[in-house]
């Protein structure tokens, strides 16, 4: 491989990136929208849940609980009713999301499990609450739990989702760039013009990846930029390292767009191409859902999942400060990833040529 060559081919990209007018706002605007989409429409939290109070027992007792439901913000008392029938109609019409019935010899609850996900979230919130709490007579003691919540500890949805969502900003950016790179060339004609060249075919794979990863790492900033300072997530681990471990998961989806380009014959095949191998990605990264609750042959397939390593170290030095002596695993395998897909590019440009 030539220097002057890289440069000569790093010079002619740049050039053709700067004369694309629609590439600007795609590379500056869209990962800024999507975060705000993901930070702002998409939370697991809920607030104000409308719920029914009956009361079988007066006291103290039954004050201290509703004080506690009210203050934490989680439940909205809309009705007091006399029955569990009252409280199941009350349910069944939509008027409240769960009943709480504050009996002589114990407390049930009764939630609206129409919405499973809204309904699991729910008994959580008063499991959380009611935690240790047990009607026996007023001078039982009550031994209540304490909860300590390690590295996010108001549970905020925007916590988690930043970090995630930076992770798949990436990922489309990168790889909807790439995927059109070298397709684009064959179809205005131009490819030929690379082939009477005297550039190798990782001069000119490298050409082309280099310029794409810059903007990379320059979305990675606007990103991380706006979640800190718009969406007020914190961010305890080094920006430094951060940008390190970022390097080789940008190869990894460049290098595979990169890839998607040479085997494809038109930019619309190389785009829904891509948006094939990206959406099983999203699908099995953890990113909403947790690999822990798919099927055991399912958890097996996301060891393959590149986004999968680079959420987990996004939110880990987002949230938990980590470096690479903790994820230095994850990050292994994320240049083994990286190398071994620009390899493939490499590989498949030369039988192109050949």
Partial sequence: MK????IAMLKKEFTQIKRDRRLFPLVIF????????????????????????????????????????????????????????????????????????????????????????????????????????????EKTPVIIPVFRVLFNPELKTVNFMVPGVTGLVLLIITMVLASAILVKEKEIGTIEHIFVTPLSSSEVILGKLLPFLIIGLF???????AGIFIFKTPFKGNFGFLVFTTFPFILTTLSLGIFISITSKTQQQAVMTAFMVMLPNIILSGFMFPIENMPPVIQKLTYIVPVKYYIIILRSIFLKGAGLKILWKETSILFLFGFTFLFLSISAFKKKLS
């Fill in 3 to 6: 220097k002057t060559h890289l």
């Fill in 219 to 225: 979305d990675l900033f606007l990103v991380v930029a």
């Fill in 30 to 137: 869209a990962p800024v929208i999507q975060l705000f989409l993901f930070g702002y429409a998409v939370s697991l939290d809920i607030k104000e849940i409308p719920i029914a109070i009956m009361k079988e027992k007066q006291g103290s007792y039954s004050d201290e609980i509703l004080l506690s439901l009210v203050s934490s913000n989680y439940f909205l008392i809309k009705e007091n009713v006399n029955s569990l029938h009252e409280v199941e109609n009350a349910i069944l019409r939509g008027r409240v999301k769960a009943g709480l019935i504050l009996g002589e010899k114990g407390i049930n609850v009764v939630i609206d499990g129409s919405d499973n996900n809204t309904a699991e979230l729910i008994e959580g919130y008063f499991e959380k609450i009611l935690a240790g709490k047990r009607i026996t007579s």
